[in-house]
T-cell receptor, first 115, second 114 residues
Framework: GAVVSQHPSRVICKSGTSVKIECRSLDFQATTMFWYRQFPKQSLMLMATSNEGSKATYEQGVEKDKFLINHASLTLSTLTVTSAHPEDSSFYICSARDMRTGELFFGEGSRLTVL | GENVEQHPSTLSVQEGDSAVIKCTYSDSASNYFPWYKQELGKRPQLIID?????GEKKDQRIAVTLNKTAKHFSLHITETQPEDSAVYFC?????????????FGKGTKLSVKP
């Protein structure tokens, strides 16, 4: 099946630094990708919808200046957590929609720990 | 906007028994309802989905039913096995799944005891 690769899978950073997470569709093109945040034992909370070549659409309550999203190509979207704080520690997961079939595939997730 | 409620939050069954997880949604325009299985620390995997023009869909031990009038849909797992243990999420979308985003339920942790 189609593969969505997310990198890094784990990252530990100091408070105040920025962290970039990549989401790549390896064998299909995706005009739309989604970024989710998942706290332990909780559901996937949609943060934003990433559209290739245009600005991301953020969900209510998500700070767009803190969570920068770039979708510069049909196979790559990035999420940058700027000036990270311990409360930003979480599991971040992306999904990508195959523009040919409409199917949605998830990345493996990235566990961010901010010290 | 859409709101998806999922019950129960935890479910424990004996191997071989059936498990049922129920979800309700609020947006009558929603027309695509997938179910995902997520093992600890791993990505969600689509296990079955149903569209609003269908009332029931089955794939081996897994089945999903949809009641559009009542706005609820359910996941049924028969002959459960220990490897079915995971967190299951229901979701709803009003764009047929081909665009737009999915709104997820809070998840059900299923434990299948040998």
């Amino acid at each position: 099946g189609a593969v969505v690769s997310q990198h890094p899978s784990r990252v530990i950073c100091k408070s105040g630094t920025s962290v970039k997470i990549e989401c790549r569709s390896l064998d299909f093109q995706a005009t739309t990708m989604f970024w989710y945040r998942q706290f332990p034992k909780q559901s996937l909370m949609l943060m934003a919808t990433s559209n290739e070549g245009s600005k991301a659409t953020y969900e209510q309550g998500v700070e767009k200046d803190k969570f920068l999203i770039n979708h510069a190509s049909l196979t790559l979207s990035t999420l940058t957590v700027t000036s990270a704080h311990p409360e930003d520690s979480s599991f971040y997961i992306c999904s990508a929609r195959d523009m040919r079939t409409g199917e949605l595939f998830f990345g493996e997730g990235s566990r961010l720990t901010v010290l | 906007g859409e709101n998806v409620e999922q019950h129960p939050s935890t479910l424990s069954v004996q191997e071989g028994d059936s498990a049922v997880i129920k979800c309700t949604y609020s947006d009558s325009a929603s027309n695509y309802f997938p179910w995902y299985k997520q093992e600890l620390g791993k990505r969600p995997q689509l296990i079955i989905d149903i569209r609003s023009n269908v009332g029931e869909k089955k794939d081996q031990r897994i089945a999903v039913t949809l009641n559009k009038t009542a706005k609820h849909f359910s996941l049924h797992i028969t002959e459960t096995q220990p490897e079915d243990s995971a967190v299951y999420f229901c979701a709803a979308s009003r764009y047929g799944g081909s665009q737009g985003n999915l709104i997820f339920g809070k998840g059900t942790k299923l434990s299948v005891k040998p």
